[in-house]
């Protein structure tokens, strides 16, 4: 394929009142998408655990979704006076996204899983797009296990593959285990590398994924704080030019239900990357949301003519001159070198003592 516009969603997030609230919302970005004749379709992180609430029907979760339901712009008198109570009932009884989250995992979490996979792969068929579903934590088939996860549907509606977040955050280990490594998946639109959240913040993580065969680098994220974000982002720009790739971010923003750690929403700036060299400002940046708050649908062409030429024409040669069996030696050397040093604890103390000097040279 040599050119194809990609689409990624910022999406904020919301308790829906059935299943099928939950996938008429998602159309409402995929009709946009598919208006800008879009072939591949980003989803943000943890928009997934949107369908929660749709699947229990236990006291707290009633009053959570009548709450989400008096906060509605086209909300009627009565409905905003109900909401209003349930609110305050929810929050007397400490309900929220995150319990109702752990409650369902516990009783019924291939539940979940089916309802996602039904939702996410029946959108890619009726759209005949590729799907890169937004994370949930989900258990995974191969070991039941509960991870933080994403799915890749291709455009008949079939699982193409699946991500789980590698390097979690604090708050992702009340719910799910860190998953165990990073694999390229396969598509209609090239071969993807998804990297969820902080994992994109490991240069080693998106070297892994180039010399698997990635074409372009997907990135999800849900920040509960700027400061992340703005990690998150800087940490996308330097994989996707490291390795001369396309690159993809969709951020959750909004209201953060999910009761973790932090009561700050959600935020961040969903963007289409390109190599700095094919961006007409040599930024990398193709297209970028204005906001940080609010729900969108960007697009941009990829043109991967133009990609194959900039890696046998650019002045810094990292995907021609440099073999996945050198990089291996290289990294090899490296990790080895590195297991040999002390802990960064241990180096700072040495130092104190006059032991070791900043160069990590024993003094003589």
Same mark, same amino acid.
């Given at each position: 394929m040599d050119k194809y516009t990609v689409a990624s969603v910022q999406l904020r997030m919301r308790l829906p009142q059935t299943v099928e609230d939950f996938r008429n919302d998602l159309r409402r970005f995929l009709r946009a998408a598919d208006a800008k004749r879009a072939r591949l379709i980003v989803f943000p992180e943890l928009a997934g655990a949107m369908l929660v609430p749709a699947l229990l029907d236990d006291t707290r979760t009633r009053m959570l979704r009548r709450a989400e339901a008096g906060r509605q712009r086209d909300a009627g008198v009565w409905r905003r006076l109900t909401g209003a109570a349930s609110g305050w009932l929810a929050s007397v009884l400490k309900a929220d996204l995150g319990t109702a989250t752990s409650g369902l995992l516990d009783v019924a979490p291939n539940s979940l899983r089916d309802a996602y996979v039904d939702i996410f792969g029946g959108l890619a068929r009726e759209y005949g797009v590729t799907i890169v579903a937004p994370s949930a934590y989900l258990p995974d088939q191969s070991d039941g296990l509960i991870y933080n996860l994403a799915a890749v549907f291709g455009a008949n509606g079939d699982l193409l593959g699946q991500q789980s977040k590698v390097m979690g955050y604090p708050d992702d280990q009340a719910f799910a285990r860190r998953g165990r490594t990073w694999e390229v998946i396969a598509s209609e639109v090239g071969r993807i590398g998804l990297m969820l959240g902080s994992d994109v913040l490991y240069p080693e993580v998106g070297r892994l994924l180039a010399y698997q065969g990635a074409e372009v680098l997907v990135?999800?994220?849900?920040?509960?704080?700027? /400061?992340?974000?703005?990690? %998150?982002?800087?940490?996308?720009?330097?994989?996707?030019?490291?390795?001369?790739?396309? /690159?993809?971010?969709?951020? %959750?923003?909004?209201?953060?239900f999910l009761g973790r750690s932090s009561a700050e929403p959600f935020t961040g700036r969903s963007a289409i990357f390109a190599p700095q060299e094919l961006t007409p400002r040599f930024n990398g940046v193709l297209v970028e949301m204005g906001s940080n708050q609010s729900e969108g649908v960007l697009s941009a062409e990829w043109d991967f003519v133009a990609l194959k030429r900039l890696w046998e024409t650019s002045d810094t040669p990292v995907r021609r001159e440099l073999s996945s069996t050198d990089m291996g030696q290289v990294v090899a050397a490296l990790y080895t070198q590195l297991r040999s040093l002390p802990p960064p604890s241990a180096v700072q103390l040495l130092a104190e003592e006059g032991i070791f000097d900043r160069g990590l040279k024993f003094r003589a």
């Open positions: 990135v999800q994220g849900a920040c509960p704080n700027m /400061a992340l974000y703005h990690k %998150l982002r800087t940490g996308i720009l330097a994989r996707m030019q490291d390795n001369q790739l396309f /690159a993809v971010a969709s951020f %959750l923003v909004g209201k953060n």
